[in-house]
């Protein structure tokens, strides 16, 4: 979808398939890559903080120092940034 132009279907779809590998018993295949696929379409969709954010988070458990650095200041950053950007479009 996202290569076709379709951000929001594509961010949909991927959401609903994160929300899948959530529930108890589904298996966690291709979770990584979905989330990369799905960082891959904030950045299409001009969301390069989010975009950044979750493929620092999808990388850290890979990593073979700093897992909980990187996962944690990805978070934190998300949180600031984006939540900023979010108050900013309320006002």
């Not at 298996?27 to 950044?52: F, M, P, S």
């Not at 990388?59 to 073979?64: F, G, K, T």
């Not at 897992?67 to 978070?75: D, E, H, I, P």
């Amino acid at each position: 979808m996202r290569i076709l132009g379709q951000f929001d279907e594509s961010e949909r779809l991927l959401a609903a398939q994160l929300d899948r590998y959530a529930q108890t018993g589904y298996g966690r295949a291709l979770y990584d890559e979905t989330r990369a696929i799905l960082a891959l379409t904030y950045l299409a969709q001009g969301r390069a903080v989010e975009a950044a954010c979750l493929a620092l988070e999808t990388l850290a458990p890979h990593l073979s120092r700093y897992q909980r650095s990187v996962a944690g200041n990805a978070l934190e950053f998300r949180k600031t940034v984006v939540g900023d950007m979010q108050r900013a479009s309320l006002s």
